[in-house]
């Protein structure tokens, strides 16, 4: 009973000291994507 209870307690000092553990945060790039086409330029009326 005595080592049931120590490698209960073993595990849950292992699960306490990994939930508290500092988490390494994902980098990520976000890229502003081409515009498909072209604005149309006003040029003037009858050009």
């Known amino acids: 009973?005595?080592?049931?209870?120590t490698m209960l307690?073993?595990?849950g000092?292992?699960?306490a000291v990994s939930a508290c553990a500092p988490k390494q945060q994902?980098?990520?790039?976000?890229?502003a994507p081409e515009p498909?086409?072209?604005e149309p330029v006003y040029t003037?009326?009858?050009k």
């Open 9 to 11: 307690a073993a595990f």
């Open 13 to 15: 000092l292992i699960a």
């Open 26 to 31: 994902e980098e990520y790039v976000v890229v």
């Open 44 to 46: 003037g009326k009858y």
């Open 36 to 38: 498909i086409s072209v």
């Open 1 to 5: 009973m005595s080592k049931s209870i």
